[in-house]
């Protein structure tokens, strides 16, 4: 969907990746305006896996390694390079090795700009990164899904933070970020010919938004075919808050400011956005009657 939205452009709405729609608008030639409709948030803690076999006992320990990734601008992996900055280790101490996941080659979906001081290192034409975290010639893997080898339980692949939920809610506690991955956008030429459509997405979205809530509470029968359904929810109530998945860009502002503030850094886009130019004026407005 991404690689269509962004190479082709072959909707008029569609859910975007946070990362790949700023690389657009800061090189001044995103085709979509967003809409404050956050389709995906995520903590990215349980992003970072590691051979178990390399002397990886904490972030610090990555310094020097080398880390596959499928692509440099995926915005899991912009939030988990930012995690291992709050822990002291930038994104210039490690060997960053791209490629495919599960089939060999893998392309950028849109071209970005690398940092001179960052080392990106093609994997072989012949080789996944699922296959050379297999076999020990990569000391990691950073991505938005668990590699093959990882799921199937491979004894020598395991995760930077073994106990994901303590870690991420850790950093909440500390940050109060709860991070972004997807918005909501819509063809440019559509919304400067219908400016009310992207308000009205907004407030459709944000319905549809409070009836699946309201039938995620209703546990007489739950609508998630997981268990525990009751006690996960009451936990993510008491670190978040009463309303945990939030849209609009009132009460986001500190993780919305935090993540173009480590696009910047990271070197994806060459200078800071403002939260106010990634989406449309009208969605900054509501009406009641």
Sequence with gaps: MFFRAFRHQAFDISELSFSSYCVKVAQGDAPYIAVPVF?????????I??????????????????????????????WARGILEGYGVHQSEIEWVRGGMHAPGRPEKIKVNVPDDVT???APEDKTLDGMLRAGEIDGY??????????????QVGRLFADGITAASEHFERTGIFPIMHVLGI???????????????????TES????????????ATKVTMP????????????????????????????LEAFVDIHHRQGLSPRRLSVEELFHPATFEAYSL
């Design 39 to 47: 389709l995906s948030r995520a903590f990215r803690h349980s992003s």
């Design 49 to 78: 896996y590691i051979r178990t076999d390399k002397g990886i006992e904490k972030p610090q320990d990555l310094k020097g390694k080398r880390i596959g990734i499928a692509e440099w601008q995926l915005t899991a992996n912009v």
């Design 120 to 122: 990106i290192t093609a």
């Design 142 to 155: 950073i991505g938005p899904r668990a590699l093959n080898c990882f799921d199937e339980g491979h004894p």
């Design 187 to 205: 063809r440019r030429h559509l919304a400067d010919t219908h400016p009310w459509l992207p308000g009205a997405l907004l407030k459709a979205f």
């Design 209 to 220: 938004k409070r009836m699946a809530e309201t039938a995620l509470a209703d546990t007489s």
């Design 228 to 255: 525990f359904v009751e006690d996960t929810l009451s936990a993510a109530r008491r670190l978040i808050g009463p309303q945990i998945w939030t849209y609009g860009v009132p009460g986001n502002e500190k993780v």
